[in-house]
Nanobody
């Protein structure tokens, strides 16, 4: 129903910047929020940033002030602007979309993930 495709160059130096993008296609109706999650080696998948259709945002404490999530509704695309990158940001980043189903359930869609490596 919904396909999410992430894109962005994934190798950057500490202190550098990178922008990830995620384009949603298919049955995009009733998507009320999109976000980015990440999973570092040996760790669980955690929320990085989330944005609702109303524009409300949430960020992990570790990225506040450095990362910014935005959206382009006309292109059904969500972005993650990452600044002042640290080696600790190295992880596989996954795009997520939340959709309200016809019976009131919440459906989560996931991109395949893109590896971001912060290293010299």
């Amino acid at each position: 129903q919904v396909q999410l495709v992430e894109s962005g160059v994934g190798l950057v130096q500490p202190g550098g910047s990178l922008r990830l993008s995620c384009a949603a296609s298919g049955s995009v109706f009733c998507i009320y929020a999109m976000g980015w999650y990440r999973q570092a080696p040996g760790k669980q998948r955690d929320l990085v940033a989330r944005i609702t259709n109303g524009g409300s945002t949430n960020y992990a404490d570790s990225v506040k002030g450095r990362f910014r999530i935005s959206r382009d509704s006309a292109k059904n695309t969500v972005y993650l602007q990452m600044n002042s990158l640290k080696p600790e940001d190295t992880a596989v980043y996954y795009c997520n979309a939340e959709q309200l189903g016809t019976i009131g359930d919440v459906i989560n869609y996931w991109g395949k993930g893109t590896l971001v490596t912060v290293s010299s």
